[in-house]
């Protein structure tokens, strides 16, 4: 039977928190956590989620046979990649190092301890952890009804730097401004956690329910 929205399992990540609230968003939606590479690929659309280290990630997605799975669904419907799901959309990550999936061109850095200092002489520590102001850069179907500089719930030490300009759909700042949202065609990514932001996350999630993966 074909899904609604596939949650992929490939044994890491906080899973059932993101199924659960697209099943809050969508309660007449089909939603599945699963591994199955038949499944994934019959669904409507996609959820790559992640929340570990990068090299266990990719190792994790590698050893569970569902790379091939991904990149396809990739290419032709409506995909939403979450924190770790979106880093492993670029070339290369500093943790590790390790290569991602290579479908979007650039690169995952680390937060910088040089650049985290604050006027006063004070330190951002790292993990950047807790809820941070999001400016949208550019219009997409996934922040209708989401205001601009609403607040999202990040938990990250490395951050994804395009090759390309254009494929940032918001930054937010720590305390310098860095991307913390892509899209390009069918795929929309973000750094931060829908899951946990309440209110402008659920939105968000909602809008990704009904989105046709087209801008």
Known sequence: M????????????NLRS???????????????????????RDARRVVLPGQSAMPE?????????????????????????????LQMLFETSEE????????????????REEELALPGGERLKVPHMGWSPVDQTRAHPLWAGIDNGARFYFAHSFHPVPADAALTAATTSYPAPFTCAIARANIFAVQFHPEKSQRAGLRLLANFVAWNGTL
């Open 2 to 13: 074909t899904v609604d929205i596939a949650v992929i399992d490939y044994g890491m990540g």
């Open 18 to 40: 993101v199924a659960k609230a697209l099943a809050h968003v969508a309660p007449d939606a089909s939603v599945v956590v699963t591994g199955e590479p038949a499944a994934i």
């Open 57 to 85: 990630t990719m190792a994790g997605l590698d050893a569970s046979g569902l790379r091939d799975v991904v990149l396809a669904c990739l290419a032709d419907r409506p995909f939403l990649g979450v924190c770790l799901g």
């Open 96 to 111: 590790g190092p390790t290569r991602g999936l290579c479908v979007l061109a650039g690169h995952v850095r680390r937060f």
